[in-house]
């Protein structure tokens, strides 16, 4: 008989048809994300499981599963899960690092150049039938990132490819760790490692790319919005639990800091009356870092392989803990 699988959202065609080779499989239709007691019946016999970041895959769920093997997620974060208890329980656990960093990198540099340009500002502008109303030198000015000090909080995978594009647009480049890189790295990246402390203080745009843990749960508040430069811009592409939502609405109203580019948020979807919709020095995206053709294919990719290794007993390509 074949090993089941749950999955709590569809993939590609490719991706189903490689699993219905070797799996039963059922993919959850309906409300996203799957309601908890929904996923904790669903998965009560399954051999894998795959699952996405708006899936919480707790210790109560994980129990609920008598036979899992093998939790491969479609994403990079894995902040969902109960990697932890996984292992205690012997489950492997996937994810889907590198195939995605480039397209979160470019993300990343898009929000900074829309923020930095105010594109999205304009865009609104003209939708608006407002156009006639910043002919003036003055009116409606971005700044230039030539020479401007991007720091970046986690030079890691996605840190260092933003760092990439940072340099080829003349930038200087900061960078805090919590274990500083190779010397040989930091130069061949142009980056400078500075104390946490200095890349708040000193840069005109932060870029955050650190997982959300016990650590950085809330990190950006408003005594760091305080330390930070009246002219910087906030762009965070890793998730929205590393900001304080509610400080950073009364930072940007007040102006204490200049503007924010966020693709992450710290309870998603937002919906159309969140305060930071109604900012005009934001720039918005729907969670989208890896969403491109070419990057979403590799993912489903690799969750399968994950998954697949995952229920033979082996360590994923990419594996958390165990
Ligand atoms: C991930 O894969 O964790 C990203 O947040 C998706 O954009």
Redesign the pocket.
């Known amino acids: 008989m074949k090993k089941k699988v749950f999955l709590t959202r569809r993939l590609h065609d490719f991706a189903i048809k490689e699993l219905k080779k070797r799996y039963q499989i059922e993919i959850h239709s309906g409300k996203i994300p799957i309601p908890q007691s929904k996923l904790r019946s669903k998965i009560k016999d399954v051999d894998g499981l795959i699952c996405f970041?708006y899936d919480k895959i707790s210790q109560e769920v994980i129990d609920s599963a008598k036979n899992l093997k093998s939790i491969s997620t479609y994403?990079?974060?894995f902040d969902h899960i109960d990697t932890e208890y996984a292992k205690i329980k012997k489950i492997r656990v996937g994810y889907?690092p590198e195939v995605?960093t480039d397209a979160?990198a470019d993300l990343a540099f898009s929000l900074l150049l829309d923020i930095s340009r105010r594109v999205s500002e304009g865009d609104r502008i003209i939708r608006d039938g407002k156009w006639r109303e910043i002919y003036g030198a003055f009116d409606y000015v971005g700044v230039d990132l030539q020479g401007k000090t991007l720091g970046i909080l986690g030079l890691g995978r996605i840190g260092s490819t933003l760092a990439k594009r940072a340099k080829a647009f003349d930038m200087k480049i900061t960078y805090h760790n919590r274990k500083r890189i190779s010397k040989t790295k930091e130069k061949s990246l142009n980056a400078k490692y500075v104390s946490f402390e200095k890349l708040i203080s000193d840069s005109d745009f932060i870029s955050i790319h650190v997982p959300h843990t016990k650590e950085t749960d809330q990190l950006f508040d408003m005594k760091i919005f305080k330390k930070m430069k009246e002219s910087a811009f906030l762009i965070n592409t890793s998730r929205g639990k590393v900001v304080n939502e509610k400080d950073l609405v009364v930072a940007l109203k007040k102006k204490i800091i200049s503007g924010a580019a966020l693709d992450v948020f710290e309870f998603e979807p937002i919906n159309k009356n969140h305060p930071l919709v109604k900012l005009p020095n934001i720039v918005l995206a729907p969670?989208i870092?890896?969403s491109t053709k070419e990057t979403r294919m590799k993912m489903a990719e690799i969750t399968v392989k994950n998954l697949d290794l995952g229920i033979k007993g082996k360590k994923p390509i990419y594996s958390v803990g165990y």
Do not use: A, I, Q, R
Request: no cysteine.
């Open positions: 970041p994403s990079v974060g889907t995605l979160t969670h870092g890896s």
